[in-house]
């Protein structure tokens, strides 16, 4: 249940993607799961409210991780030497198959679930995988972790494993039955969200039938977009009468169109493509980390942002090493500057200011007024421990600690965390 409450500390948000505000000493104030506000002075109004001094640790936004696969958890830093679609065939599939063993699937998804809980991540977009009965593992167990998610489970029709495919009808009825059935469940914190796989793994007959499923069930869409240049190639191949990758959505309707969108990758996007990306709305999930080890690019985030788009941040967990949101912001700051370096200099490297944006502000928004510690605000925060890193500079700014901090810190240094007005630790 949200609750009403003051948080006392060092407090960073950011007000927009080039500014943030920082306080070396101010109080936070949650209403009812909402923020009510930053205040270097508590306003009477709230001194009767139950307060927490956490001192001098900082006080942020919870963080949001727009894409992040739960069944590839157990394949962290395995198979980094090859390429995407060699990753997937050779480690990916054989450990999703797994799943349908619920025993394994409560086992692998508990050690999922602490790791998210313990995290700086308050907000997440789940795939799960083809197995409708596991994704309501998944779904229960992240329920008790108190974070807030999308969860997906993943629809395949064609190329894929015999050992791990579906029909398109068997794809179709199996996740109409699993909405139902999560309906039934009454979750309140844990919500479905529509996932193809990509488009290489699923016909356009499945695609038009998850859209139409979206659209009456009323919930968000997941996928993939152009990641991999031999993905890419593939597509071209396989939907001969797309004019771009996204396309292939759009004409199944699940681009945005009628429900949410979020997309993870755009590393190859042309003009094209990110016009009807900004069109519809759609969000993209960059994932850094995993867009280097999967020998995919650095995605050019530098552009969506000039464009206007909406961009937030991904670990994409098992490509991705870790499930921490710190890491993936690091690497979003690294995978900018050898893009800007070794490919287009036209397009300036991103600073700290603005990857703090998008792991906050940007990526919350999918979830609607998250991100931030303003009035209005669900009331996400996190607060860290940075003192492991605090150092001898005098002119010291909250500033220079949250980013020391963010390059320095992992979820040891969590020292509490908040989801919508609860204390989860």
């Not at 799961?33 to 001192?55: A, W």
């Not at 619920?102 to 197995?131: D, N, Q, W």
């Not at 996740?175 to 990509?198: C, D, N, Q």
């Not at 925060?381 to 500033?399: I, N």
Request: aromatic residues 10%; hydrophobic residues 40%; contains cysteine.
């Amino acid at each position: 249940m949200a609750e009403s409450f003051v948080l006392h500390g060092a407090v960073i948000y950011s007000r927009d993607l080039k500014n943030i505000a920082a306080f070396p000493s101010a109080w936070v104030v949650c209403d009812g799961g909402i923020s009510k506000g930053v205040f270097e002075t508590l306003p009477d109004e709230y001194r009767d409210l139950p307060q927490t001094d956490f001192g001098n640790k900082l006080i942020m936004p919870g963080l949001t991780d727009l894409h992040v696969h739960a069944p590839q958890y157990p394949c962290r830093g395995n198979g980094m030497d090859l390429e995407l679609l060699d990753w997937l065939d050779q480690y990916i599939f054989p450990e999703e198959s797994k799943y349908k063993d619920l025993s394994y699937a409560k086992k692998a998804y508990s050690l999922f679930a602490e790791e998210m809980r313990k995290g700086p991540t308050t907000r997440a977009c789940v795939f799960s995988t083809i197995h409708p009965e596991a994704t309501s593992v998944l779904m229960d167990l992240l329920e008790e972790t108190g974070l807030r998610t999308y969860v997906g489970k993943v629809n395949m029709d064609r190329n894929s494993p015999d050992y791990y495919t579906e029909t398109t009808e068997e794809s179709a009825a199996a996740t109409r039955s699993w909405l139902e059935a999560v309906k039934a469940a009454g979750y309140s914190r844990t919500r479905p969200i529509i996932t193809p796989r990509f488009t290489p793994t699923c016909t356009r007959e499945l695609m038009c039938a998850l859209g139409e499923l979206a659209k009456e069930y009323d919930i968000p869409v997941q996928s993939h977009l152009s990641e991999n240049l031999s993905e890419i190639s593939w597509v071209k191949e396989l939907e001969s009468d797309v004019s771009c990758y996204a396309d292939s959505y759009e004409k199944a309707g699940i681009f945005g169109e009628h429900t949410p969108c979020v997309m993870a990758h755009c590393v190859w996007s042309d003009d094209e493509e990110l016009s009807l990306i900004k069109k519809r709305g759609v969000f993209i999930a960059h994932s850094p980390e995993s867009n280097i080890n999967l020998s995919s690019g650095a995605a050019p985030v530098r552009r969506f942002l000039d464009m206007g788009l909406h961009v937030g941040l991904a670990s994409d967990v098992s490509a991705g090493s870790t499930t921490s949101m710190f890491s993936a912001m690091r690497n979003a700051v690294y995978a900018s500057k050898l893009r800007w370096r070794l490919m287009d200099q036209s397009l300036r490297p991103l600073t700290f200011q603005e990857v703090f944006y998008l792991a906050t502000k940007g990526g919350g928004a999918f979830f609607g007024n998250v991100g931030s510690l303003e009035a209005g605000y669900e009331f996400d925060a996190v607060v860290l421990d940075d003192t492991p890193f605090l150092t001898s500079r005098e002119d010291e700014t909250v500033l220079h600690r949250t980013e020391r901090a963010v390059y320095l810190a992992d979820q040891r240094d969590v020292a509490a965390k908040y989801v919508a007005g609860r204390r989860v630790f």
